[in-house]
Nanobody, 116 residues
Framework: QVQLVESGGGLVQAGGSLRLSCAVS????????MAWYRQAPGKQRELVAR???????NYADSVKGRFTISRDNAKNTVDLQMNSLKPEDTGVYYC??????????WGQGTQVTVSS
């Protein structure tokens, strides 16, 4: 089993910054992709950013240039630095990891609220 614990969410004014962190523990062997998703009220969960074990990153168009995903393979953590936050960034942010086998795991989510 794999456990994911997210932290760093909160309330921030538009234009501000937050940093989300996700600590992965348990059977962490062969985790390939680590990612952050978000779900706004009344909307489907969407991919925000993902990073492979080798460091290749992908971002949703809506966050390019503002968000940065990073991972520490030694510490088994994945972070999301969010700058220039907008009200439309509001939602529950979820950490997600995928093993080589294809089995994936989700964190419990952390709330991010951006006020205008």
């Amino acid at each position: 089993q794999v456990q994911l614990v997210e932290s760093g969410g909160g309330l921030v004014q538009a234009g501000g910054s937050l940093r989300l962190s996700c600590a992965v523990s348990g059977s962490i062997v062969a985790i390939t992709v680590m990612a952050w998703y978000r779900q706004a009220p009344g909307k489907q969960r969407e991919l925000v950013a993902r990073i492979t074990r080798g460091g290749t990153t992908n971002y949703a168009d809506s966050v390019k240039g503002r968000f940065t995903i990073s991972r520490d393979n030694a510490k088994n953590t994945v972070d999301l630095q969010m700058n220039s936050l907008k009200p439309e960034d509001t939602g529950v942010y979820y950490c997600h990891v995928v093993r080589v086998s294809g089995i994936d795991y989700w964190g419990q989510g952390t709330q991010v609220t951006v006020s205008s």
